[in-house]
């Protein structure tokens, strides 16, 4: 019972830009808790993708990049390419929960 | 580079034990705390257990406080999760993963920067 909730798929053509929202309440995103992005590809381990709201990790492509609003944040993939085919999950804190929490996930296709 | 390997993962049945382990290396274990998350199959993530680089604080879900124990040994750069009266919902492949803040932070800063390939746990009769 995810408490951020994200579209469940995206798609988009290669060099296209698409976003992904992750939209949550005043216990967590609202709070001004931060949130976190992680990239998970098939069959493999989650990666950290963006941290603090927007900033890269080192190694991480400037095409990725991260913003929050309000009770929301988005996560924008530009320049797409097939290897970034993958789901992608958002994360925060909520204090009602006193627990990490995260997005219900967004799966990205390259067209 | 850092390393997070599980294990202790298998088949159990609903009513039993499980003990998970997670070797550290690559980084300052006694440093950071550290997290245990599980995806169950075809879903998505769910956080389940935080301890405090000193082992000083542990936090747990809902789904999972009162049955799992989150312990650590520094002297072994190694993480526990122990896991008791495991239920079929419990099935899933578990994740350890770093804390990507150093010390002493506040909850709504934490994140998980490292993970490890995950242990997968079934429990089924």
């Known amino acids: 019972q995810s408490v951020l909730t994200q579209p469940p798929s995206v798609s988009g053509a290669p060099g296209q830009r698409v976003t992904i929202s992750c939209t949550g309440s005043s216990s967590n995103i609202g709070a001004g808790y931060d949130v976190h992005w992680y990239q998970q590809l098939l069959g493999t381990a989650p990666k950290l993708l963006i941290y603090?709201?927007?900033d890269r990790p080192s190694g991480v492509p400037d095409r990725f990049s991260g913003s929050k609003s309000g009770t929301s944040a988005s996560l924008a993939i530009t320049g797409l390419q097939t290897d970034d085919e993958a789901d992608y999950y958002c994360q925060s804190y909520d204090r009602s929960l006193s627990g990490y929490v995260f997005g219900t996930g967004t799966k990205v296709t390259v067209l | 580079q850092v390393q997070l390997v599980e294990s202790g993962g298998g088949v159990v049945q609903p009513g039993g034990s499980l003990r998970l382990s997670c070797a550290a290396s690559g980084f300052t274990f006694y440093s950071y705390g550290m997290h245990w998350v599980r995806q169950a199959p075809g879903k998505g993530l769910e956080w389940v257990a935080f301890?405090?680089?000193?082992?000083?604080?542990?936090y747990y879900a809902d789904s999972v406080r009162g049955r799992f124990t989150i312990s650590r040994d520094n002297s072994k750069n190694t993480l526990y999760l122990q896991m008791n009266s495991l239920r079929a919902e419990d099935t899933a492949v578990y994740y350890c993963a770093k804390d990507g803040v150093r010390g002493a932070g506040r909850p709504g800063l934490r994140y998980f920067d490292y993970w490890g390939q995950g242990t997968l746990v079934t429990v089924s009769s």
């Open positions: 301890i405090r680089y000193d082992g000083s604080n542990k």
């Open positions: 603090g709201n927007s």
